[in-house]
T-cell receptor, first 118, second 108 residues
Framework: KAGVTQTPRYLIKTRGQQVTLSCSPISGHRSVSWYQQTPGQGLQFLFEYFSETQRNKGNFPGRFSGRQFSNSRSEMNVSTLELGDSALYLC?????????????????FGPGTRLTVL | AQRVTQPEKLLSVFKGAPVELKCNYSYSGSPELFWYVQYSRQRLQLLLRHISRESIKGFTADLNKGETSFHLKKPFAQEEDSAMYYCALRGNTDKLIFGTGTRLQVFP
């Protein structure tokens, strides 16, 4: 089974621009989560999508948004880029939604997209 | 507030020495705790979860609710254990709260 894929792998943008990152989950996985990884803050949860609906959201400004398509592929968008948005953006997929449930569905991570904002 | 604390940024040991990577958490309910590992140039992957109570690659971790800790231990470190280790917490959703990570260096 192919793993989680993310495109592009590397991206360089300038301040004020916007960017869209893409994530293709493992086949059959319906939940996609996004995380931001930086040296200073570590891994921080951005949001989670399940069946095209945002189900959980982290503490990021509204410049960060996402969506999920009917095939479970997900995109995240960052508008008006700031220098501090430079990070590795990780996507993770899991089999099914278990929000509020007892069963944890293991999240499988992609390789990440490294965004550099100049 | 939900929080995971990994007090050590770097832990260096020699091969064969015991290893303990510390993790403390803050959560008002009954969380699930995990350890994730990221080897050099590889993806982040699940190492073990407290519910499974299993040993993976010689690593074990016990959830101590009284001390709100979930330390990762291995009696004899190997060079291939060198990696970044992240402790993570799951509350009542699938959202994971990660610690800042500990880099484990195992010298020959």
């Amino acid at each position: 089974k192919a793993g989680v894929t993310q495109t592009p792998r590397y991206l360089i943008k300038t301040r004020g621009q916007q960017v869209t990152l893409s994530c293709s989950p493992i086949s059959g996985h319906r939940s996609v989560s996004w995380y931001q990884q930086t040296p200073g803050q570590g891994l921080q949860f951005l949001f989670e999508y399940f069946s095209e609906t945002q189900r959980n959201k982290g503490n990021f400004p509204g410049r960060f948004s996402g969506r999920q398509f009917s095939n479970s592929r997900s995109e995240m968008n960052v508008s008006t880029l700031e220098l501090g948005d430079s990070a590795l953006y990780l996507c993770a997929s899991s089999l099914a939604g278990a929000s509020g449930g007892l069963k944890y569905n293991e999240q499988f991570f992609g390789p990440g997209t490294r965004l550099t904002v100049l | 507030a939900q929080r995971v604390t990994q007090p050590e940024k770097l832990l260096s040991v020699f091969k064969g020495a015991p290893v303990e990577l510390k993790c403390n958490y803050s959560y008002s309910g009954s969380p699930e705790l995990f350890w994730y590992v990221q080897y050099s140039r590889q993806r982040l992957q699940l190492l073990l979860r407290h519910i499974s109570r299993e040993s993976i690659k010689g690593f074990t971790a016990d959830l101590n609710k009284g001390e709100t800790s979930f330390h990762l231990k291995k009696p004899f470190a190997q060079e291939e254990d060198s990696a970044m280790y992240y402790c993570a917490l799951r509350g009542n959703t699938d959202k994971l709260i990660f610690g800042t990570g500990t880099r484990l260096q195992v010298f020959p």
